[in-house]
């Protein structure tokens, strides 16, 4: 399980980070509300567990704009406010669950990882882009009516970028995604499984999507 952890209290976030790694997480740590958008945007979380109070802004502003941007990853806030309105706001702007300091950590964890269960309901079944159409629960991808097997490398990239359709994508995203955070993104690989990708899905077809961005990454768009 991937998970993005914004909290600008060092020794909490440092405890927490601590405990999500030995229950066998992957953990990003931020401690600002436009690093913790950043990281939400760039990459492919399982959930976001999001403080309220942030240097840089809210937790909250930054729950409406990743739903605004329409990225569905589970989102659960915490913070020290126990005002009921605190609480519906949150939950008003997207956020899918709430939990007030002090906390058990046993806690935490069962509701992060009943949130990670929920993901799938969250984000649609099937995603069409232009004449591509994917299904991301049985892994069937179409083009212009013909049926493309993928193998599991291939389909963790073309995943990546239908989730994150439309924005520009670096490197180290990407690989974090289809192999893992220890994974060197200044190798060639990357740029062999785009290419068996882009032979596959892209080109017998019109429009391109998958874009190339000389110095940036990639940007899957028609």
């Known amino acids: 399980m991937r998970l993005l952890l914004v909290e ?14 030995e229950q066998g997480m992957q953990v990003m740590q931020s401690a600002t509300m436009p690093s913790g958008r950043a990281e939400a945007i760039r990459a492919a979380f399982d959930v976001i567990v ?16 990743l739903r605004g941007r329409g990225i569905a990853t589970p989102i659960l806030m915490l913070t ?11 939950l008003e702007v997207g956020a899918d669950d709430y939990v007030t300091k002090p906390f058990a950590f046993r806690e935490l964890v069962a509701r992060v990882r009943a949130l990670a269960r929920r993901r799938p309901a969250l984000i ?31 389909f963790a990239l073309l995943e ?23 994974h060197d993104p200044f190798t060639n690989v990357l740029e062999v499984l785009v290419r068996r990708l882009r032979r596959k899905i892209d080109d017998a077809f019109e429009p391109k999507l998958i874009h190339t961005l000389r110095g940036a990454g990639y940007r899957f768009a028609d």
């Open 160 to 182: 990546f970028f239908v989730l994150h359709r439309g924005e520009v994508v670096d490197r180290a995203a990407i690989t974090a995604h289809v192999w893992d955070d220890n």
């Open 124 to 154: 649609p079944r099937v995603v069409t882009i232009a004449n591509l159409e994917v299904d991301l629960a049985s892994r069937r991808v179409e083009r212009g009516g013909y049926s493309i097997e993928l193998t599991a490398k291939e």
């Open 80 to 90: 020290a406010r126990d005002a009921v309105d605190d609480r519906v706001i949150g």
């Open 8 to 21: 600008d209290d060092p020794e909490l976030a440092s405890v927490l980070e601590a405990g999500f790694r």
């Open 50 to 65: 999001l403080d309220v109070m942030l240097p840089g802004g809210s937790g909250i502003d930054l729950c409406r704009e």
